[in-house]
């Protein structure tokens, strides 16, 4: 099986994990970076206030939001971008969560999806005094990035996968989880089922 995935990375407009204001994806084959798209997204009603201290962190403000399309109406384009890859995100327990969190805010089903966390696979590869995104990154190679623009950030997250396959040679990212070793996770309807 070749190294294939899509690197996602989310940022929200408060703590609710149903705020996604922007999301970044980037599809990788076979460890190459083929394809990339990241647009903002209109949190839903409830989730939609956005707290000083994310609007610090990424920048994103209310305002470049109101003409955006919604968690549900863009959904479709998110799921067609990823296909039947799994998911790598950094720290994507966060991410995942606000997939699950949107999607239950919007009333969609959460499709079923398997992901790898690259801060965990981070952590079992380099020997570093932070695994920060920022710092695991310039670690693998990629460098001199916009953190917190969510595009940026899911490249950084597809270096690092990609880098760590290198070094384990791991040619999947079944096989990457295996050699490093961290577990692979599971969204959706499978994962409730389990």
Same mark, same amino acid.
């Given at each position: ?80 971008? =990823? ?5 790598? /995100? ?5 991410? %995942? !969560?606000? #997939?699950?969190?949107?999607? *239950? @805010? ?63 040679? =791991? ?5 990457? /989880? ?5 577990? %692979? !996770?599971? #969204?959706?309807?499978?994962? *409730? @089922?389990?």
């Amino acid at each position: 099986m070749p190294l294939d995935f899509t690197a996602i990375d989310f940022e929200t407009a408060n703590s609710s994990s149903a705020s996604a204001c922007s999301v970044g994806l980037v599809k990788v084959r076979d460890g190459r970076v083929v394809d990339t798209a990241s647009w903002l997204i209109k949190p839903p009603p409830g989730h939609d206030v956005f707290l000083e201290w994310n609007i610090r962190i990424h920048g994103i403000h209310a305002r470049d939001v109101t003409d955006a399309r919604g968690w549900a109406e863009q959904f479709a384009d998110l799921i067609g971008f =990823a296909g039947d890859d799994a998911f790598v /995100a950094h720290n994507a327990g966060f991410d %995942m !969560g606000v #997939i699950r969190g949107a999607c *239950a @805010a919007t009333g969609i089903r959460c499709p079923g999806y398997d992901y790898l966390c690259s801060l965990q696979v981070a952590r079992k590869t380099y020997s570093l005094d932070s695994y920060r995104l920022p710092v695991a990154a310039m670690a693998a190679g990629f460098e001199g990035f916009h953190h917190h623009e969510a595009l940026a950030d899911a490249e950084a997250c597809a270096a690092i996968v990609v880098h760590a396959a290198g070094r384990h040679g =791991a040619r999947s990212l079944e096989e990457l /989880a295996a050699k490093v070793p961290v577990r %692979m !996770g599971r #969204i959706g309807e499978v994962a *409730a @089922a389990a």
